[in-house]
């Protein structure tokens, strides 16, 4: 079986391509352009793996994603490509709408000439698996309910909107042209080799350095947790095993207040890296103005996958951001030029490849 995985260098998509290569019958192609997101330092671990190869393009660009696919002999496309950041999205929504929107309507055109063109035995195996986020739903009360599958989207941001167009070309390109896709959304990831801008790794890292821990607004909004290794394996079941056409939600049954967050993590931190005189890290938190267009909750009815794939979570909140906190404790080594970079004063995501517009560098951090 022959991956694809596009967004490879990203959080989710290094965990799917580190998970997919365990297995020896695969072989994985990461397809990833490299923007500030892109870390091929958290493809180590594989870099010199048999089954493993990195390409370094542009899901936009349709002539030289073709060729990868001809040359690899790709089964499975795992779209994971994305610019991913919600605040990001309001500071600047071009490079959203040409990666999340346009990009993925090019990846659609160039699978569909590439699967049309394959022996009938492949073209029936072959699947385009399109990975999305329960944002696409827009948001809950706080008093209740759960994004099932039916939900209607109802996107709040930027980013949410241009992943709710991305999967519904999916689903056009499926319906119309009968391209074999399958979908999934899931939950708020986390774990190891999360890019400090989100919210754990931002405060575990912003901890470690004794600066202040932002949380917007008064920290009531809710998110559900899902570890990225949970999530990978949760991937790997939708490409391989999902109904052609459905799609599978994908959450960590662990919802938290953003403020109970921050404050586990400063618990974990005072047992693990105690600070200087007996103060403590909850100290360190700051209240600062909310994000416009705040989503207050976000809450996974996984029972689908569970029900027809036989998933479940293997780590609970607890269990998973004890496992984060050390990696990042461990692992210095990985997250220690990113943070030079931003306090040398540069815009994160100063990468070999310069990608973003004008109108995105304004505010980005
Ligand atoms: P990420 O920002 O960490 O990584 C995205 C990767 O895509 C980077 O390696 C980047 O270089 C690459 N990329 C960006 N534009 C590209 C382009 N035009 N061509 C090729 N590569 C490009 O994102 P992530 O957190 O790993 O998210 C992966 C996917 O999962 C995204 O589609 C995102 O919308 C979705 N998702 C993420 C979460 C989450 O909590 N992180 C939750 C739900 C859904
Ligand atoms: P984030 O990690 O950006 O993911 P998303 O916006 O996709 O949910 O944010 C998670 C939650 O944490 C969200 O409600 C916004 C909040 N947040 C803070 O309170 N402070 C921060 O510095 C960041 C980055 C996020």
């Known amino acids: 079986m022959n991956f694809l995985v596009t967004g490879g260098a990203g959080f989710i998509g290094s965990a799917v391509c580190r998970h997919l290569c365990a297995n020896p019958a695969y072989r994985v192609t990461n397809l990833d352009k490299l923007t500030y997101a892109g870390n091929l330092a958290s493809l180590r671990p594989i870099e010199n793996a048999h089954n493993y190869r990195f390409e370094q393009a542009d899901i936009c660009d349709e002539r030289a994603v073709l060729d990868i696919l001809r040359r690899d002999d790709i089964d499975i496309v795992m779209n994971l490509a994305a610019e991913s950041h919600v605040d990001r999205s309001i500071d600047g929504p071009g490079t959203f709408i040409e990666t999340n929107i346009v990009g993925t309507y090019r990846l659609l055109n160039t699978t569909l000439e590439y699967w049309r063109g394959l022996p009938e035995d492949r073209k029936t195996r072959f699947r385009l698996h399109h990975i999305s986020t329960d944002e696409v739903f827009g948001d809950l009360p706080f008093d209740g309910g759960m994004f099932v599958e039916e939900t209607p989207y109802a996107p709040s941001s930027p980013y949410s909107a241009s992943?709710?167009?991305?999967?519904?070309?999916?689903?056009?390109?499926?319906?119309?042209?009968?391209?074999?896709?399958?979908?999934?959304?899931?939950?708020?990831?986390?774990?190891?080799?999360?890019?400090?801008?989100?919210?754990?790794?931002?405060?575990?890292?912003?901890?470690?350095?004794?600066?202040?821990?932002?949380?917007?607004?008064?920290?009531?909004?809710?998110?559900?947790?899902?570890?990225?290794?949970?999530?990978?394996?949760?991937?790997?079941?939708?490409?391989?095993?999902?109904?052609?056409?459905?799609?599978?939600?994908?959450?960590?049954?662990?919802?938290?207040?953003?403020?109970?967050?921050?404050?586990?993590?400063?618990?974990?931190?005072?047992?693990?890296?105690?600070?200087?005189?007996?103060?403590?890290?909850?100290?360190?938190?700051?209240?600062?103005?909310?994000?416009?267009?705040?989503?207050?909750?976000y809450a996974i009815d996984a029972s689908k996958i569970s029900r027809d794939l036989g998933w479940s979570p293997k780590e609970n909140f607890d269990s998973g951001l004890a496992r984060t906190v050390d990696w990042f404790l461990d692992n210095k080594w990985w997250w220690g030029p990113i943070r030079e970079q931003r306090y040398a004063g540069e815009r994160l995501g100063q990468s070999p490849v310069e990608d973003s517009p004008a109108e995105d560098r304004k505010g980005a951090a």
Request: glycine fraction near 8%.
């Open 163 to 297: 992943k709710a167009a991305s999967d519904h070309l999916v689903r056009a390109w499926h319906e119309t042209y009968g391209l074999p896709v399958v979908l999934s959304n899931c939950s708020n990831n986390y774990g190891p080799y999360h890019f400090p801008e989100k919210l754990i790794p931002l405060v575990i890292l912003n901890a470690l350095d004794e600066k202040p821990l932002p949380v917007y607004g008064a920290g009531a909004n809710v998110r559900d947790w899902l570890f990225v290794e949970d999530h990978a394996r949760a991937l790997e079941l939708v490409a391989t095993k999902g109904q052609v056409g459905e799609s599978y939600n994908v959450g960590g049954n662990s919802e938290r207040t953003n403020l109970s967050v921050v404050e586990t993590i400063c618990d974990l931190l005072d047992l693990r890296r105690p600070r200087a005189g007996g103060k403590r890290y909850r100290d360190l938190i700051s209240f600062v103005t909310d994000r416009p267009g705040h989503d207050r909750r």
